[in-house]
């Protein structure tokens, strides 16, 4: 049912092991009818004075369809060198440079829109500027940070139809490109077709393309394709790497596998990798989930021996974990040593220090926790709200419910039926039925 043209000229469909069966799936199947950024449906790569412009792939948007130049000569305020006459050719160097140097730096570090990344790159190609598959991946590296998945396999499309891409097998490092804007944009049904035509059509397939598909299932939560993905990847000999490991990690706590997250966590030890702080960060998070909070703690302490920097999403896992244990001076302790850190506790902290004091019947501290948040420049939310209303539920204090959720609504947050079926739980349970 293909539109267009996948990988390389011809159509086809690759295979991957999925469960331990190999699963037949495509690009043009795993990517959606609607085309982007106002592109009309079923349009395709415009070849303009680009040789090797093919057509996109399965219908999606295409770099040939952006909004034209309308002749002008800077990108994203940018003056660019003038053009000199045919044969002038220090002019089309010195563009070319100024245009990849801004994908190399302000571009692909993220600090400019999706936007400006589209003109860039489509300056490129209407200047005819990208020259092999290396610059092409450059681009569709920029165009996936940017979360322009559907740009970046545009352009892929484009790479496979050109000169310097004739008779070659797909160029894993475009097709790594693809795979992780797919991945950034969490389209793991994309990912997956990608590896598997990449296979299919000879590409060499390398850890990075298995890190980038791993972690791509792990968006979507779907971890047993992430673990499956490690041991097709352990098959072919590819030595799993610290972020293999990370991505597989996170996948199976993103998926509430938690027993196969502590697993492939303790494989980072085994092969003798040190952890960094997004392993430990979902390792710790599955503490949380299944009241380890003296593992948590435990794995915090591990990070500083290691001089792995903890941050803001560490404690608060860590007090989350003390607090689901209703260990409520652990939580506290957690919350002035992230202080001392030099670390400032966010909203959904504040909100698990107080629920371990809900838990634990303290009703006092919760107040002070709450009152202070002013102090740390914290506008409470509706949910911090609720819990504070909960709080009051063990002593039944009606009083203090209420004037949460009249302070609630003065804030104009508009409470939500959890807050006000908090509010009548407290009134039940304190015998206030008027």
Known sequence: RSTGRGLGHRRGHGHIHVGGRRSRCSVAAAVPAPPPHGHAPGSSVSSGSNPGGGGAVGG??????WPPSRGRRSVAGEALPRPRPIGGGAPHHEVRKALFDRLHTELKAGRAGAEEVRRVVEELRRRQLMRDPRDFAVAISALGKAKLWQDSLALLSVLSAHPSAAGQPPNIFAVNATIAA???SARWQ?????????????????????????????????????????????????HPTLMTFTATVSACERGKAWQKAFEFFGEIRR??????????????????RTA?????????????????AADSTSYTTVLTACSEASHWRAAMSMLEEMRREGLAPTLITMNAAIYACR????LDIALELFDGMAGLSLEPDVVNYTSMILAAGPSHRWDVALSMLEACERKELRPDVLAFNAFLGVCRDAGQWQ
Do not use: F
Not at 60 to 65: E, F
Not at 196 to 222: F, K, M, P, V, W
């Open 60 to 65: 999606c948007g295409a770099l040939g369809g």
């Open 182 to 184: 797919a991945e950034r």
């Open 190 to 238: 994309l990912a997956l077709a990608l590896l598997a035509e990449a296979e299919a059509q000879g590409a060499e397939i390398d850890t990075l393309t298995y890190n980038s598909s791993i972690a791509a299932c792990g968006r979507g939560s779907h971890w047993p394709l992430a673990v499956s993905l490690l041991a097709d990847m352990r098959r072919r000999a590819l």
């Open 271 to 288: 092969e003798k990798l040190s952890p960094d702080r997004v392993a430990v960060n979902a390792a710790m998070s599955t503490c949380s």
């Open 292 to 308: 380890r909070w003296e593992q948590a703690i435990g794995l915090l302490r591990e990070m500083r021996a290691a001089a792995v």
């Open 359 to 362: 838990r634990s019947g303290r």
